[in-house]
């Protein structure tokens, strides 16, 4: 197998990592600090040093033969994804394959119907229209460079470490039931097995929904997690109250509705999940 080559290496990257040292595949990662270089030096991933938002500092990445994985967040400002059009800018040594995780917000409200990779983006937040500029530099740099791409639209990721119980502590409200449209959801273990699948049986300039494929709301959610660790479950207000009481970021994820398809994900990459819903989420 090809090096791996990690830009973005957090929880999930590491995640990643993990998954392909246990196949004796060698990992190096960007690293925009010393203390980032420290920490994946702890993890086994060979560092690199760089930083997205300082392009001049890009100019020797490891990248020729590699397979690439991008998952680095986007700047909190504007409408485009800075930091990638500096990576894609960089890869003048091509790699042979990069594996890009966006998100499903791309897609904006469609008032609870089911979308699939074939469903047109409408991103309603500037988040997500820099998340889908993100996908459309790299795919175009891909296409014109003959490198695959393979584009994630990832759900709401939850799992060990990634539980909302300080928000469950303090007792902040969600949406009650009635008025709470449809979220997707995956497992973190799950997603980084669906990043290696990508890897190796991903389509060229193709794009995969990334959720379990089941139906649920965020107060569903909130209220599952709460009881699997026995906290109160937070108080249930209304829309007009939610707007008054709630951040914009936390009200664009209760005002948008949409079912993600998830059948090419399971098809074309082969993913058997480990965690096919919540209930198998919270049983570890």
Known sequence: MKPIFIVGCGDIGLRVAHLWQARGVPVGALARSAASAARLRAAGVIPTPGDLDRPESLCALPLVGAVVYYFAPPPPQGREDGRMRAFVAAMTMRPTRVVYIGTSGVYGDHGGDRV??????????????????????LRAWGRENKVPVAILRVGGIYGPGRWPLERLRKGMPVLR?????????????????????????G????????????????????????????????????????????????????????RMDNRRMLEELGVSLRYPDLAAGLKE
């Open 116 to 137: 699939d990779e074939e469903t047109a983006p409408s991103p309603a937040t500037d988040r997500a229209r820099r998340r889908l500029d993100a996908e459309q530099t």
């Open 203 to 258: 389509g060229a300039d193709r794009i995969y929904n990334v959720s379990d494929g089941t139906d649920g709301t965020m107060t569903q959610y909130f209220f599952a997690v709460a009881d699997r660790f026995g906290i109160p479950r937070p108080p249930a207000i209304t829309m007009v109250e939610a707007r008054q009481r709630l951040s914009p970021a936390m009200l664009s994820y209760l005002t948008e509705s949409r």
């Open 177 to 201: 039931e009635e008025e709470c449209g449809y979220t997707n959801r995956i497992h973190a273990d799950d997603l980084a097995a669906v990043c290696v699948a990508a890897a190796e049986r």
